[in-house]
């Protein structure tokens, strides 16, 4: 009894928090999804764009942000950012240290590398809108960013969506790593729990279930929206 | 840029290399075996089995790797059975922990990667093989694991990157290997950016060294997939 009680809802449970830290890991997870999402459309755009040199940029992003380990960026971005805040105070007249907030380093953290992934994935769908479909936008007068608009775009967000399921999953897990900046969500939680009641296997196992519970939550979401994306699109094509 | 700090930083730094590495190849080998393991149990139809496997893999795949090591580090030290068992003096290795847990993680990817590499192997080149006396090990030999292995390897080599990577999380259980080294080194001199970035050009250079490695060893298993020089032909 005295487990469910550690867990549970009651004045002495870690239940609501370690809710609250779900929840936290979400917000930053979607966040940094969204930071994410705009480094990868920039990168992807010069990768497919035919300039050699923003070619090389975007591959240099790439290959540094999926070569170096998640716990290296963010430690760079946060004390990066946290030397940055504090030389900025020191020029307004502010001595001592100045902290990033956690959850701004994280987020950008975990979104920068997600940027270098989702730039794959932006990349790859682009390649899979068919040439003819572009062909025909020309052919009846669409240019730029209609073009953009009407056929492209709706294009490469459906054949994106699997790609980013895989890429939310990442982030999700890579997530975790924000608790050695504090940040209170579901990692850093089920740590403070397993610490200060001494119950490490425990509070370890209920963290991961919730882990669990998150990332089969979000397989489902990402199937319903990959199913609802193909609707119009014949079955025989595999996508049923 | 004071390089006389980041020549001395890098020395440091290189210093905790066979602690990385030592931690990368256990657990890629260590984790190899048991993928194998876990897809034979998937995809030999016993609904035991596979139920099992399934598990498995969705539970390593499904959680942060940092959680999983947090568990096996401090969660198992709980146990009085294995705090007064005959393991403990493994167990209560920081090492040790890093590297089961990295490798149970692993595993649960690797499976997957696996199986589809298996999934890929054409159902006639096994009829064929079979349709020539061979069976069972001998088919697997020749047949099943060298096609399979070749059409996993890409899925594979990045896996393998992200073991890299993952090594990392070592230095959060005390394991000194380059990213803790880098840590122990920032609390001493208070140059944070300069040995971090130190730190993550190691392991962009050994990523860089595992991409190429494994792209050779990748064209070399496509032999039969590249164009016959004109001369030879006819």
Known sequence: ?240 | MDFAFLAQTMLTLLEALPTTLALFFLSIAIGGVLAILIVWMRVGGNPVFTAIAKGYIFVFRGSPLLIQMFLIFYGLAQFGFIRYGPLWPLLREPFVCAVLSLALCTAGYTAEIFRGGIRAVSPREIEAARSVGMSGFLLMRRVLAPIAFRHALPAYSTEIVLMMKSTALASLVTVWEVTGVAQRLISHTYRTMEVFLCAAAIYLILNFIILQALGLLEYHLSRHRRAVPAALKA
């Open chain 1, 1 to 240: 009894m005295a487990t469910l009680q550690l867990i549970g809802f009651g004045s002495t449970g870690w239940g609501a928090l370690l809710l609250l830290g779900a929840l936290m890991t979400l917000c930053v997870t979607a966040v940094a999804l969204a930071i994410g999402a705009v480094f990868g459309a920039i990168v992807a755009s010069a990768k497919l764009s035919g300039n050699l040199i923003l070619k090389t940029l975007g591959n240099v992003y790439t290959t540094v942000f999926r070569g170096v380990p998640e716990l290296l960026i963010i430690y760079l971005i946060y004390f990066g950012g946290s030397s940055a805040i504090t030389s900025i105070g020191k020029s307004f007249g502010y001595e001592g240290f100045l902290g990033m907030p956690s959850f701004a380093a994280g987020a950008l953290a975990v979104g920068i590398i997600s940027g270098a992934y989702q730039a794959e994935v932006f990349r790859g769908a682009y390649l899979a809108v068919s040439k003819g479909e572009l062909e025909a936008a020309s052919a009846i007068g669409m240019h730029g960013a209609l073009r953009f608009r009407r056929i492209i775009m709706p294009q490469v967000l459906r054949f994106a969506i699997p790609g980013m399921g895989n890429v939310w999953q990442l982030s999700l897990k890579d997530s975790a790593l924000i608790s050695v900046t504090g940040l209170a969500e579901l990692m850093r939680t089920s740590q403070v729990a397993a610490g200060s009641t001494r119950q490490y296997f425990l509070f370890f196992v209920v963290g991961g279930a919730l882990y669990l519970i998150l990332t089969s939550l979000s397989d489902r979401v990402f199937n319903g929206a990959e199913r609802r994306a193909n609707r119009s699109m014949p079955s025989a094509m595999g996508q049923a």
